[in-house]
């Protein structure tokens, strides 16, 4: 599905660091992938295997940290229970995603 | 190449990029955020399940504000892997409608919503523009277009444990359209109380219209939503037009 397209944007973003550095080949990527980033942690992995073959990223190891969500009221720090409505149960304000949400590439390992 | 000793050892280095994967869409979207702004443009992000009455929902949009005597300028950008069918069937309803074509993508992205703008002649002028986007409960909800709203059509004959079992989507929607309430009657199962207990299990601050396109039931309170979203949108300055409109 949209795996395809998150992993094009990420090598794209590793060549264009690669080229800045002088790198003829890259080691090793890691990204942080939330939980409700909308995005399956497996199928991010099936695309990488299709999509890195014949670019910088060929040999690459694809190191993926998944990042639980965290509801937390932004008023007075209460957190929800799991499932429940996303309400604060003490201030009732809507509750605010803390973490939990984003697809980040933290670093790359590379040769140069 | 090693420095230190010449033995010809590549050199291993470690760069902290702490990026968004996806910041490139990330400034695009920004970047149409402004030209909307800059125009005055109320752009709605309208994501859903293929069938579950997008288009429908936009046609009647503009039928109601027509019965109210009210003509603020309404266009659509049309996201479908093939055909031309909605775009159709927009302008024959009186709807500028442009149709962005995705081939085998399963979602809009900035990109694609940029590229349409320039193609689509008097956007600036339009009040409200509906980016219809393609029929799919999952990928749209990851790509920020540079919508000012983002709606979900959720039709009363998909289940009320849909927001349940695609949590993203909703969670990223400002409102939801409940769509084809005026099947209901064929419908005994369905419980409206059960979709809003999902709802609210979904979005911090849950937001439903109950519509029927077909009759127009519940399109008023819909469009006062559309009208309060429209006097929030942020006054211009000469400055920021200037600015946003740089080489367009």
Redesign the interface.
Known sequence: MHEYSIVAALVERVEAEAALQGARVVRRLKVQIGEAAGVEVELLRSAYELFRAGTLCAGAELEIESVPVLWACSCCGALPERGGVLRCPSCALPLSMVRGDDLTLRQIEMEV | ?CDSCGCGD????????????????ARTAAHNREHFAAHGVLAVNLMGSPGSGKTALIEATARAYAARGEAPRIGALSGDLDTDLDGERLRAAGIPALTITTGS???L?AKLVHQALHRMRDWHDLDILFIENVGNL??P???DLGQTVNVVALSVTEGADKPLKY???F?VADAVALTKIDLLPHLPEVDLDQIARAL??????PRSFAISARDGSGVPAWIDWLEAKRVKAPVISVRALAEASHGH
């Not at chain 2, 609210?200 to 601050?205: D, L, Q, V």
């Open positions: 190449m590549p050199e291993i280095v470690t760069v902290e990029i702490q990026e968004r994967i996806l910041a490139g869409n993508a399963c979602h992205d999952v990928c909800a990851v790509y949590p993203v989507i969670r609210a299990r979904t979005m911090p601050e």
